[in-house]
């Protein structure tokens, strides 16, 4: 029971604390897999083998960050609609979804006297490698002790260091948010449509909705009446 609780443990916060960020497509895009885990970024690896290596698990200590989530974390954000788009009767009801914004706070303190060093190199090579996955529509995927977010975006990286802290810069805030529309879902409906126009399938026209319904219903009503008015007026012809 012992070792089982200190492998769920070791699990834990492998996922949740070490590395609970994955980044996805970008410059993880040649990895089999498509995935590329945060600790591969930060030289996390080496201490994970001498975690294992030395007793037999893991340690925080063998790792030069964790991670925390922040305070605001969004599960559900929702929007009153503020404007008639349904009608008069449901309009106060109608919201839209907002995309969701998760937060990160990176704690990576210098542990030892060569980690002071290597604190430069580390960290110029962590801003590089971020930046250039964030250029080349690199996405993320973040998990929570609660939830896993996927295809996530990057909106920042910041300096949170207290000042009553003995070391500078070892705190770092990462922002993401969680867009409405990804990669995936906007292939999916432009393959769907190309599906349909390259086996010659007849595209069906879209059906009115909301305040289209109106205007459909006002522009038939006024077809109707258009057409009356000429047909009776041939007719007195």
């Known amino acids: 029971?012992?070792?089982?609780?200190?492998?769920?443990?070791?699990?834990?916060?492998?996922?949740?604390?070490?590395?609970?960020?994955?980044l996805t497509g970008g410059i993880a895009s040649g990895i089999p897999g498509g995935m590329l885990p945060i600790i591969m970024l930060i030289g996390g690896l080496a201490g994970?083998?001498?975690?294992?290596?030395?007793?037999?698990?893991?340690?925080?200590?063998?790792?030069?960050?964790?991670f925390i989530p922040t305070p605001g974390?969004?599960?559900?954000?929702?929007?009153?609609?503020?404007?008639?788009?349904?009608?008069?009767?449901?309009?106060?009801?109608?919201?839209?979804?907002?995309?969701k914004n998760i937060g990160f706070q990176m704690v990576a303190p210098v542990q030892d006297s060569g980690g002071y060093l290597t604190k430069l190199?580390?960290?110029?090579?962590?801003?590089?490698?971020?930046?250039?996955?964030?250029?080349?529509?690199?996405?993320?995927t973040l998990a929570t002790p609660?939830?896993?977010?996927?295809?996530?975006?990057?909106?920042?990286?910041?300096?949170?260091?207290?000042?009553?802290?003995?070391?500078?810069?070892?705190?770092?805030?990462?922002?993401?948010?969680?867009?409405?529309?990804s990669l995936q879902s906007a292939q999916a409906a432009f393959n769907g449509l190309m599906g349909l126009l390259d086996s010659g399938a007849q595209v069906g026209a879209g059906s009115w909705s909301g305040i289209g319904s109106v205007i459909g219903s006002s522009i038939g009503s006024a077809t109707t009446i258009l057409n009356n008015g000429i047909a009776g007026a041939l007719g007195a012809l």
């Not at 083998?49 to 925080?60: E, T």
């Not at 190199?121 to 993320?140: E, I, K, P």
């Open 48 to 66: 994970f083998a001498q975690g294992l290596l030395s007793n037999g698990g893991l340690s925080m200590q063998d790792f030069p960050a964790r």
């Open 1 to 22: 029971m012992a070792f089982q609780s200190t492998f769920f443990r070791d699990s834990y916060d492998l996922a949740f604390q070490v590395s609970p960020i994955i």
């Open 73 to 99: 974390t969004t599960a559900i954000l929702q929007s009153i609609g503020q404007y008639p788009f349904a009608n008069r009767n449901i309009a106060a009801n109608a919201t839209i979804e907002m995309p």
């Open 146 to 181: 609660s939830m896993i977010f996927p295809d996530c975006v990057m909106l920042g990286m910041t300096d949170v260091t207290q000042t009553s802290s003995k070391q500078q810069q070892i705190m770092w805030q990462m922002d993401f948010q969680q867009p409405l529309i």
């Open 121 to 140: 190199a580390l960290f110029t090579s962590l801003q590089s490698a971020l930046n250039n996955h964030n250029n080349n529509g690199g996405t993320y």
